[in-house]
T-cell receptor, first 113, second 109 residues
Framework: DGGITQSPKYLFRKEGQNVTLSCEQN?????MYWYRQDPGQGLRLIYY???????QKGDIAEGYSVSREKKESFPLTVTSAQKNPTAFYLC????????????FGPGTRLTVL | GQQLNQSPQSMFIQEGEDVSMNCTSS?????WLWYKQDPGEGPVLLIA?????ELTSNGRLTAQFGTTRKDSFLNISASIPSDVGIYFC?????????FGSGTKLNVKP
């Protein structure tokens, strides 16, 4: 079954701790994305990567970091510098072609206590 | 970043009714996508549109790529309770995706 997996589904962390969210895809997609979604809101882009070993900041990158060492994997670290980290985090991927379609993972709900 | 204007924000309808929602932008897009998101889940792709004027159906869902390339419409016919959720539009322009803020659909049995 091809798709995007995110783990864990729910994550709890104490304030001041860094936490890493996992995202893996087996769709052979070049591009991967991280979005943040707050209650009743749309999607805001945190970081994206068009190719392995390269990534760019999105609209709300402050307090977050990413790596793209493998095509299949795009982990997101929420650092202690992120002022309001509690949110629903969505990972997505796309082929990167001109007629492109973006597919989403099931999401991780992060709660910082 | 740029956001698409999606309307309405929410809808309360009776089971069996038809539903229409739309997205507009001041920019041209090459691809329009429509997603449905259930609470606590990731958005699921419903329909993808790649050509101006294109009309595509997926069961009771029909979506159109506006001829100006600046808008798209989603229609749901004969709504049922499981249609409840948030519907998002997305446009692709220069390898970047832009999202609407969502239409929350409530269906009364």
């Amino acid at each position: 079954d091809g798709g995007i997996t995110q783990s864990p589904k729910y994550l709890f962390r104490k304030e001041g701790q860094n936490v890493t969210l996992s995202c893996e895809q087996n769709l052979n997609h070049d591009a991967m994305y991280w979005y943040r979604q707050d209650p009743g809101q749309g999607l805001r882009l945190i970081y994206y990567s068009q190719i392995v070993n390269d990534f760019q900041k999105g609209d709300i990158a402050e307090g977050y970091s990413v790596s793209r060492e493998k095509k299949e994997s795009f982990p997101l670290t929420v650092t202690s510098a992120q002022k309001n980290p509690t949110a629903f985090y969505l990972c997505a991927s796309s082929s990167g072609t001109p007629t492109d379609t973006q597919y989403f993972g099931p999401g991780t709900r992060l709660t910082v206590l | 970043g740029q956001q698409l204007n999606q309307s309405p924000q929410s809808m309360f309808i009776q089971e069996g009714e038809d539903v229409s929602m739309n997205c507009t932008s001041s920019s041209i897009f090459n691809t329009w996508l429509w997603y449905k998101q259930d609470p606590g889940e990731g958005p699921v792709l419903l329909i993808a549109l790649y050509k101006a004027g294109e009309l595509t159906s997926n069961g009771r869902l029909t979506a159109q790529f506006g001829t100006t390339r600046k808008d798209s419409f989603l229609n749901i016919s004969a709504s049922i309770p499981s249609d409840v959720g948030i519907y998002f539009c997305a446009g692709l322009n220069f390898n970047k995706f832009y999202f609407g803020s969502g239409t929350k659909l409530n269906v009364k049995p």
